[in-house]
Nanobody, 116 residues
Framework: QVQVVESGGGLVQAGGSLRLSCAHS????????MGWYRQAPGDQRELVAM???????NYADSVKGRFTILRDYAFNTVYLQMNNLTPEDTGVYYC??????????WGKGTLVTVSS
């Protein structure tokens, strides 16, 4: 069983920055992609950003230019650098790790609250 652990959430004022971290216990060589999803109260979970084993990235339109997903060389840790945060970015942020052949593992989430 692959363990996924997030950290770095908290309370920040609008316009501020936060950096989330995620580490998984699986084999980096079998990791296909890692990504961040968020879920606001009353909403469905949505993709925020993801990075593949080959280094390709994908971002939600709402965070392009403000958020950056970074990975370590071994690909067992990813970070989400969030700048110019707005209250609409508030939610629980979940890290996802996809491992060969196509198994998804999720962390328990970390809460990000952006005050206006």
């Amino acid at each position: 069983q692959v363990q996924v652990v997030e950290s770095g959430g908290g309370l920040v004022q609008a316009g501020g920055s936060l950096r989330l971290s995620c580490a998984h216990s699986g084999s980096p060589s079998r990791t296909i992609a890692m990504g961040w999803y968020r879920q606001a109260p009353g909403d469905q979970r949505e993709l925020v950003a993801m990075v593949t084993r080959g280094g390709n990235t994908n971002y939600a339109d709402s965070v392009k230019g403000r958020f950056t997903i970074l990975r370590d060389y071994a690909f067992n840790t990813v970070y989400l650098q969030m700048n110019n945060l707005t209250p609409e970015d508030t939610g629980v942020y979940y890290c996802n790790t996809r491992v060969e052949p196509a198994a998804d593992y999720w962390g328990k989430g970390t809460l990000v609250t952006v005050s206006s």
